[in-house]
């Protein structure tokens, strides 16, 4: 801003100059000259010196004494120092002023088109002469100056401005194989450019009946990896890719195999080959050669640097998962479709929708439709359809999609459609443990989302539950009494019940860490999930529970909020999500225990005008750390890859925010508002946002 001030006064002063001075005992001819410097104070021009020069010539006298009447003309120059980085001469000329002098001083006047013009007004003293004074707009100072007599030109000679400085290179891999991500389990290179045609084919191996399924990835492939229009590729290109799936068939599920082998060869007149015993690694790889691919703006071709090339990748972890939350903000079924569509550039492969909490119940159930009355509005509402299509669109694209139905302590939304299972009309939660109706309205709930989600795992939930409304209900105090039980007590039946529906569905329990502070190893370990967030220094008073859970053989995904929680650690740069190790504070042997991790995306804060930017691109640090090998952990190494990774994610068109934002900020230290989901402070290539 400070340089376009600054240009706008110069600007403003070629257009139209004056001055008075006052008279000198000297007569003024045309070889009188002034030259010195006009400072422009802070706030207009960061108070940068400006070289002045002026001249005067063609001058007439009326009068032959001084000040009775000399009139004639004046050229004006300056230069300028525009970015205070030293003088650099750029001439700004003023011919043609009117010159004026009379017994009072001397004027020099632009045309008068404009209304809007500068004086300069001053004294003239000492030896030699020297004119100093205001330049001021209208009755307002905006400057100084400072000239003298028959001063040489500044500087003596013009010269043209120096060439604009470099531009800030790129860090370094920004455009290399280094940048894919997350980073490969093994990547080896040569050195070479290798021009790839957008008419590249894929000459699949074998039959199947999934062949429908891979046909379609590979032509959504082609149309997100070759979006520039090329021109006629000149020299020889590769134009043809084997592809080589050992089980083709094989279901999505937790477990699955995602391994792939990718080879680029030097030679354009062989072939590049991927190998991979199932559809999804499939994907994966060809999410690779997405991010491989580079186009050259020079020639209007697309090309993978660094070959002949060979990756052989797989995961570290069968288990990464992205959480995002539909109950505090109703997210539509195109906002969802969009994000699964985010999870592939980083390898996640489990949407964990958080459907329903206390705030609202935004689910239309055939087996249980009062429910829905919970939702916000009319229109922000699922039906069972959309979550089908939700399903199957995940599904192509290997993302398995497990729901979450939080019993029993977030279930205020619950009551707006059913009453009956809540404890009263002013104390709503946890659900009415005494009443059998809530228990079979959860079966009912359940069956209708088993018959959407055919994954293996439902998310139960099971935290923050506050008994305080059973025990200060009479209904239920009385059922607790009955039945010779305390409230904590009944919140372990109510797991137990709720777990045994889905036990008898043939599906597993994910349950919050709470769950397993309460009662531990009386959770079935092989139908029990546990799913922990909390860190040792936030419950100093238990066994930490992953440690805990991991050495009786429960599995466990990593949540850990302080690191991995997106929207409550939003004012933390992306190392606080980098430099967890899902298994770094864990003792050996337990390790095998962890399945994997989620990056959670809470809604409280989150709709969709800030969902992606929330999300990305700090999912990915995430991405990585469940996917690369353990050794792969420098977050000096992975900057420059994470950078390109941000730029990569908005040449997709996902709405990443600049991957530095809180960069300033300690992992634990203090923080600044909302810094992860702001815009760039200022323009700049987004390598070095």
């Known amino acids: 801003m400070a340089n376009k001030m600054h240009a706008t006064v110069l600007r403003l002063l070629s257009g139209m100059l004056c001055w008075t001075q006052a008279a000198s005992a000297a007569r003024t001819d045309s070889r009188v000259r002034w030259g010195g410097t006009l400072t422009i104070p802070r706030g207009i021009a960061n108070a940068v010196p400006l070289n002045l020069t002026v001249s005067l010539n063609s001058l007439h006298t009326t009068h032959d004494s001084v000040g009775d009447g000399t009139q004639g003309t004046a050229t004006a120059e300056w230069t300028y120092d525009h970015d205070n980085s030293g003088v650099t001469c750029v001439p700004h000329v003023e011919a043609g002023l009117r010159w004026e002098e009379t017994s009072g001083g001397a004027t020099a006047s632009g045309s008068g088109s404009k209304d809007d013009f500068y004086s300069l007004i001053g004294t003239i003293s000492g030896t030699p002469m020297v004119f100093k004074g205001n330049l001021t707009h209208g009755p307002k100072v905006v400057g100084t100056f400072l000239l003298t007599k028959d001063a040489p030109q500044l500087p003596a000679t013009c010269h043209a401005p120096p060439p604009p400085p470099s531009p800030v290179p790129n860090p370094p891999h920004s455009y290399t194989n280094s940048a894919v991500w997350p ?308 919140y372990g039946y109510f797991v137990q019940r709720t777990q045994a529906i889905t036990h008898a569905a043939g599906k597993t329990a994910i349950v919050w860490d709470e769950i397993w502070n309460h009662f531990g190893t009386a959770l079935d370990p092989q139908k029990t999930v546990i799913n922990t967030r909390f860190n040792p220094s936030q419950a100093p008073a238990r066994t930490p529970c992953v440690a805990n859970a991991t050495s009786h053989g429960y599995r466990v995904v990593r949540s850990q909020n302080i690191h991995w929680y997106l929207d409550q650690t939003v004012n933390k740069p992306w190392t606080a999500q980098y430099s967890f190790d899902p298994c770094g504070d864990l003792p050996p042997g337990s390790c095998k225990y962890i399945v994997g991790g989620a990056a959670s995306m809470w809604g409280e804060t989150v709709d969709t005008s800030d969902l992606m930017q929330t999300v990305w691109p700090r999912a990915g640090a995430v991405g990585e750390r469940l996917w690369s090998p353990a050794n792969v952990n420098s977050t000096d190494e992975a900057l420059p890859r994470y950078l390109a990774f941000r730029c990569y994610l908005n040449r997709r068109g996902f709405a990443a925010a600049p991957a530095l934002n809180g960069a300033s900020v300690a992992v634990d230290g203090p923080s600044k508002p909302a810094a992860d989901r702001q815009g760039p402070h200022g323009p700049g290539s987004c390598f070095q946002q």
């Not at 070479?192 to 032509?219: C, E």
């Not at 509005?377 to 669109?393: G, K, N």
Request: proline fraction near 7%.
């Open 183 to 490: 980073m490969p389990r093994s990547i080896s290179q040569g050195t070479t450019a290798l021009k790839i045609s957008p008419r590249l084919s894929f000459t699949v191996a074998g039959n199947s009946s999934a062949l429908p399924s891979l046909d379609a990835a590979l032509n959504r492939f082609r149309s997100i990896a070759f979006q520039h229009r090329v021109s006629p590729v000149a020299g020889p290109a590769l134009t043809s890719m084997d592809v080589r799936v050992r089980d083709p068939d094989a279901l999505l599920g937790f477990g699955m195999d995602e391994q792939y082998n990718l080879t680029i060869p030097a030679d354009p007149a062989g072939s590049g080959i991927i190998e991979s015993n199932t559809l999804f690694g499939l994907y994966h790889a060809l999410e690779t050669i997405t991010q491989l691919l580079q186009f050259d703006f020079d020639d209007e071709n697309y090309q993978i640097t660094g070959v002949p090339l060979r990756i052989d990748d797989g995961p570290r972890f069968p288990w990464r998962e992205l959480m995002v939350d539909t109950s505090r903000h109703f997210l539509p079924l195109t906002v969802l479709n969009a994000v699964v569509d985010s999870m592939l550039t980083a390898k996640l492969n489990v949407l964990h929708l958080h459907l329903v909490d206390s705030q609202a119940f935004p689910l239309v159930l055939p087996s249980a439709p009062r429910l829905v009355l919970g939702a916000y509005s009319e229109v922000e509402r699922y039906t069972l359809d959309d979550l089908v299509a939700l399903q199957r669109y995940a599904a192509a694209r290997g993302v398995r999609v497990v729901a979450e139905i939080d019993t029993p302590g977030h279930g205020a939304s619950w009551c707006t459609g059913m009453p009956e299972i809540c404890p009263t009309s002013t104390c709503l939660e946890p659900l009415d443990v005494s009443n059998n109706a809530t228990f079979e309205t959860i079966g009912s709930v359940l069956s209708d989302l088993f018959s959407v989600f055919p994954d293996q795992f439902v998310h139960l939930g099971g935290d923050e539950v506050n008994t305080a409304c059973w025990t200060n209900t009479p209904r239920i105090a009385a059922w607790l009494q009955k039945n010779n039980i305390n409230a904590d007590e009944a």
